[in-house]
């Protein structure tokens, strides 16, 4: 499927918050930089090609879109913090969006009487 991704026995879809540690080397020394925001896309068909774009608002309230390959030897781990019940391939709608909006559109399921 195009909107899921899979990544050490775990299953990660479009319109989840992720949390991705990844490693970064500064001289000789190396460190752990979580970027933490939404799975906006999944790209590619073999786990070779496979990308994925995530999207995170800054304290400033700009957007940093961040494509990581999934077969980078960087990534340390991806965690799940939000699943969402978002059913579609791409979420680019969220760029224009606030957090308020995203929240009430992504993660809140509607109610049956």
Known sequence: MANLLS???????????????????EGDKER????????????????????????KITKSGDGVERIIALSSPYIQDIVSLKKTSYKRSKAYFIRGLTEQ?????????????
Do not use: A, N
Request: zero cysteines; aromatic letters at 10%; charged letters at 35%.
């Open 101 to 113: 909006e995203i929240r009430t559109k992504l993660y809140h399921t509607k109610k049956t009487k």
């Open 32 to 55: 752990i930089q979580i970027f933490k925001g939404i799975l906006l896309k999944i790209k590619g068909d073999t786990p070779e090609t496979r990308m994925f774009t995530v999207r």
């Open 7 to 25: 990544y050490k026995d775990k299953q990660f879809k479009v319109g989840d918050t992720l949390s991705i540690h990844y490693k970064i080397k």
